[in-house]
């Protein structure tokens, strides 16, 4: 069963043995677990879902696959090219 589910979040609200790391994009929240037994996955839920009870059911779920950092930092890369220029 995924780390991410409200299941899991209800059984183990502070769990001992991973944590859950949180990062705001934009109106997304990511969240990633590094489970010693499910291995790395991450989780995204929309707005700022920054406290639990905004974190009921992520939009999707995953296993963190090899190469997804070098695909990330493309897109932000991109997004930097993207972002207003000061004035704008």
Same mark, same amino acid.
Not at 2 to 26: D, L, Q
Not at 35 to 61: N, Q, V, Y
């Given at each position: 069963?995924?780390?991410?589910?409200?299941?899991?979040? $209800? &059984?183990?609200?502070?769990?001992?043995?991973? !944590?859950?790391? *949180?990062?705001?994009?934009?109106?997304?929240?990511?969240?990633?677990?590094?489970?010693?037994?499910? $291995? &790395?996955?991450?989780?995204?839920?929309?707005? !700022?879902?920054? *406290?639990?009870?905004?974190?009921?059911?992520?939009?999707?779920?995953?296993?963190?696959?090899?190469?997804?950092?070098?695909?990330?930092?493309?897109?932000?890369?991109?997004?930097?090219?993207?972002?207003?220029?000061?004035?704008?």
């Amino acid at each position: 069963m995924s780390a991410h589910s409200n299941k899991s979040r $209800g &059984r183990h609200p502070t769990p001992a043995s991973f !944590e859950r790391e *949180h990062y705001k994009v934009a109106h997304i929240t990511v969240e990633v677990i590094d489970h010693p037994d499910h $291995g &790395r996955t991450f989780a995204l839920f929309a707005g !700022e879902a920054m *406290h639990p009870e905004d974190r009921k059911r992520p939009l999707f779920s995953g296993h963190i696959p090899k190469g997804m950092g070098t695909e990330l930092r493309r897109l932000a890369h991109r997004i930097d090219e993207l972002e207003p220029k000061g004035g704008d």
